[in-house]
């Protein structure tokens, strides 16, 4: 049971716009940032938001980051089929003292 | 650019120990915290340690607590993973991760990551 909670699925046809939640608690997205993560099969996580809504500069504008009271939300516009993957949020938590992730929403591209 | 190499995996018995190395280049490494982040076969990402740029903090999940430790080695840019008392659930691909600060509450999230060794417990 992941500390912050992701739908375990997610799908949208191209060009479409999908949004993926990541729902926490005070302790965590409360007063902390969060991160987005992307996961190619087979391949390590890559960055895709950092401090809740910033990108980094490799990444394109199409991914949105947004964060309001205990949750947080990653969209994706104008969707790709290299955008299937694995996408994780990931917070510090206060009370544990270490970084809680989400459980990774799967993101298929009909 | 940032470079993270994982070393030292494999296959080990329950119960036994393995350490894990990342070599790290492209950055200055005593400015950034350091974290390890593991997954399990068919599972999500688990943060389960992080240590400050000095190597004079250092966090971890309960589920590692009392049996792994975190260190650093700066004049060698390298982090180490000491494990023990190794379990079937600690199977998994470990991946040596970069902070966003040295010591900040906010320096153990990642923003580069290794590209992951895969250590196997099963006798």
């Known amino acids: 049971q992941s500390v912050l909670t992701q739908p375990p699925s997610a799908s949208g046809t191209p060009g479409q716009r999908v949004t993926i939640s990541c729902s926490g608690s005070?302790?965590?997205?409360?007063?902390?940032?969060v991160y987005w993560y992307q996961q190619l099969p087979g391949t390590a996580p890559k960055l895709l938001i950092y401090?809740?809504?910033q990108r980094p500069s490799a990444v394109p504008d199409r991914f949105y980051g947004s964060k309001s009271g205990t949750s947080a939300s990653l969209a994706i516009s104008g969707l790709r089929s290299e955008d299937e993957a694995d996408y994780y949020c990931a917070a510090w938590d206060d009370s544990l003292s270490g970084v809680v992730f989400g459980g990774g929403t799967k993101l298929t591209v009909l | 650019e940032v470079q993270l190499l994982e070393s030292g995996g494999g296959l080990v018995q329950p119960g036994g120990s393995l350490r894990l190395s990342c070599a790290a280049s492209?950055?200055?490494?005593?400015?950034?915290?350091m974290s390890w982040v593991r997954q399990a076969p068919g599972k999500g990402l688990e943060w389960i340690s992080g240590?400050?740029?000095?190597?004079?903090?250092?966090y971890y999940a309960d589920s590692v607590k009392g049996r792994f430790t975190i260190s650093r080695d700066n004049s060698k840019n390298t982090l180490y993973l000491q494990m023990h008392s190794l379990r079937v659930e600690d199977t998994a691909v470990y991946y040596c991760?970069?902070?966003?600060?040295?010591?900040?509450?906010?320096?153990?999230?990642?923003?580069?990551w290794g590209q992951g060794i895969l250590v196997t417990v099963s006798s």
């Open positions: 991760a970069k902070g966003t600060d040295s010591s900040a509450w906010y320096a153990y999230y990642s923003d580069n």
């Open positions: 005070s302790s965590n997205i409360g007063s902390n940032y």
């Open positions: 240590i400050s740029g000095s190597g004079g903090s250092t």
């Open positions: 492209g950055f200055t490494f005593s400015s950034y915290a």
């Open positions: 401090r809740n809504n």
